[in-house]
């Protein structure tokens, strides 16, 4: 009798481990790994890079647009942290280079996605605030292409303190000098399944605004550019993936441009 209560007890945790590990699997099973190759790809990740101008910190948090068929994620990032400590560049310092945000939204049954992107650099105090929609074309071998298109509005702190944008008539603190649209696509190319190359041209183009902010949008007497952003990935794990980033524009060479190694992971 003791024996039977005795193996009956025991009986009790051992079930109770059974379901637990069963459970786990359950909720792993039903957890779909998003392919982190994908530029329309949807997760909450946390990221963490080095660069020439110090650390940069990211952090993606995907939520439920309230939409059927959609998939949504707002993404944070923190640029050129400890620059002068840990970069490479003589003018980094140490304190936030820039920050960047983005609401993304993809529509699972056309592979179109919108975006709001919002950044602000506060080496220059300027920035800007953009709409664009992106749409995945159908795979061709190894070669995927997404292309974009949008507008957006420059913003800039004490215009008048920015030789380029300055105007006799734009008042002291946050002002909109100006208006841009871009254009252009991301493009993927498959290696292998683990690596992957990206190519990614923008073309922005100043098309409104102060005569001062047309004139000069990107640079003196530059009413447009040509930005570049060339990556190389590897992916550790189905989670997990390495990327070196380089970005340059037709005004700034490709060895003066922005270099990155950047590690995210798919929570």
Do not use: C
């Amino acid at each position: 009798m003791k024996k039977t209560t005795y193996q009956s007890l025991m009986a009790i945790p051992l079930a109770l481990a059974v379901s637990i590990v069963s459970f786990a699997e359950e909720l792993k099973e039903q957890k779909e790994v998003q392919d982190m190759s994908d530029p329309l790809a949807v997760y909450t990740q946390v990221g963490a890079g080095y660069t020439d101008k110090g650390l940069n910190f990211k952090l993606g948090v995907s939520y439920d647009s309230g939409k059927p068929a959609t998939m949504a994620m707002n993404i944070l990032e923190m640029k050129g942290v400890w620059g002068d400590t840990l970069g490479t560049r003589d003018y980094a310092n140490d304190d936030i280079d820039s920050i960047r945000f983005r609401n993304f939204i993809v529509d699972t049954t056309n592979g179109q996605g919108s975006q709001v992107d919002v950044t602000y650099n506060f080496n220059s105090m300027t920035g800007s605030a953009s709409y664009s929609i992106i749409q995945a074309l159908p795979k061709m071998g190894l070669f995927q292409f997404y292309p974009l298109g949008g507008v957006g509005l420059a913003v800039a702190n004490d215009v008048n303190n920015n030789e380029l944008w300055s105007d006799e008539d734009s008042p002291s603190g946050f002002s909109v000098p100006g208006a841009f649209a871009m254009l252009g696509f991301y493009g993927k190319m498959d290696v292998t399944d683990k690596i992957w190359l990206n190519y990614n041209p923008v073309w922005l183009k100043a098309f409104a605004g102060s005569e001062a902010y047309k004139d000069n949008a990107y640079g003196a007497g530059d009413q447009d550019v040509f930005t570049h952003e060339t990556t190389v990935s590897y992916q550790i794990s189905p989670v997990m993936t390495v990327r070196y980033f380089a970005n340059w524009t037709t005004h700034l060479s490709f060895d003066d441009g922005d270099h990155r190694i950047e590690i995210n992971y798919q929570l």
